[in-house]
């Protein structure tokens, strides 16, 4: 938590923090993503009279998100550097003269939140049948690519197949 009360009692006042990051993770629908590095919150807030506030925002997370494809951690860095002006009743972040800086980081992390993580662009995934990473080597499962265009045609001897 920032204690703001200067800057929301005094009008045209700005002022800059520095905040440590109280979180060790960052929770979201999709899992717990453990926080692996962070820098200290650079935060500057400033008081544009009528209850009118602009917050600007810096700070890098280095995240541990699983690849897409076969699920080892990758150490993703997580750039926040953002700006907005609010009306201090319309901040969620405020509770009174302090603003939670945790929970304003951990809201503006999903922002910048990579859409897919590799651990290596050439990445195999892993075996749809028994699970092994086949970036390990092979698995010895039996894999057969079949075209798609032929799905329908595999479907009919593949029946066959049960009789």
């Known amino acids: 938590m920032v204690d703001l009360t200067d ?6 006042k700005k002022s800059v923090y520095t905040a440590e990051l109280g979180l060790d993770s ?3 629908a999709a899992g717990d993503f453990q926080i692996k590095d962070k820098s200290p919150v650079k935060l500057t807030v400033e008081n544009k009279g009528s209850r009118k506030f ?8 280095n995240v541990m998100i699983p690849c897409a ?3 080892k951690p990758v150490v993703r860095r997580l750039e926040i550097q953002t700006s907005y002006e609010t009306e201090l009743d319309d ?3 405020i509770d009174g003269y302090n ?3 945790d929970q304003l980081i951990h809201d503006e992390s999903l922002l910048v ?14 075996c749809d049948i028994c699970g092994h990473d086949l970036n390990d080597g092979p698995c010895g499962c039996e894999h057969t690519e079949a075209d798609p265009r032929m799905a329908k045609i595999l479907d009919i001897f593949n029946k066959f197949k049960e009789v």
Do not use: H
Not at 54 to 61: D, K
Not at 113 to 126: A, I, Q, T, Y
């Open 91 to 93: 901040n969620e972040y």
């Open 54 to 61: 602009e917050f600007s925002v810096e700070t890098v997370l």
């Open 26 to 28: 960052l929770s979201y």
């Open 99 to 101: 603003l939670d800086v």
């Open 69 to 71: 494809r076969c699920l």
């Open 7 to 12: 800057v929301i009692l005094t009008e045209g």
């Open 113 to 126: 939140w990579p859409e897919r993580v590799l651990c290596r662009e050439d990445c195999k995934g892993l």
